[in-house]
């Protein structure tokens, strides 16, 4: 009679799963992203840590890379490129004199990002999810 293995079962799983899990964030499929923690940073000043709505920055975000586009609160901005690099996902752009970048783990769906004004600056950390 077979014993089930519960320890090569489990192997098995996993050894599955991670391709389909880091496809979901290569730029292959629409995103949804939450805003989890925010820094508002100015020149000459200490950064004050916060959230979304501390800093006027969207809770969702939509990042679709077919079209090239971010999205939130009904307006829409183009993604100015990205890129994959080491298992990182990094996206790019500009408007309304402010840059935009972020970096989306391939591994776990995190986002680091950061808008960039004259004399100010704000960190975004947050999650995304596939749509």
């Known amino acids: 009679m ?3 293995n519960i320890n090569l079962f489990a192997m098995a799983l996993c050894v599955v799963a991670v391709p389909a899990v880091s496809a979901d964030f290569d730029g292959s499929k629409p995103l949804i992203c939450s805003t ?3 820094h508002d940073c100015s020149v000459g000043t200490r950064c ?5 709505e501390d800093i006027n920055v969207p809770q969702f975000i939509r990042l679709d890379f077919a079209a090239k586009t971010i999205s939130a609160r009904g307006r ?3 993604i100015g490129g990205y890129a994959r690099s080491d298992g990182m996902l990094v996206i790019q752009g500009f408007e309304n004199k402010r840059a935009f970048s972020a970096t989306i783990s ?5 986002l680091v990002g950061a808008i960039a ?7 975004i ?3 995304c ?3």
């Open 2 to 4: 077979m014993r089930f």
């Open 36 to 38: 989890i923690e925010t």
């Open 48 to 52: 004050e840590r916060g959230l979304a």
């Open 76 to 78: 829409t901005s183009k």
């Open 106 to 110: 391939e591994q776990s769906g995190k």
């Open 117 to 123: 004004a004259d004399e100010a600056g704000y960190v």
């Open 125 to 127: 950390f947050g999650a």
């Open 129 to 131: 999810t596939p749509q």
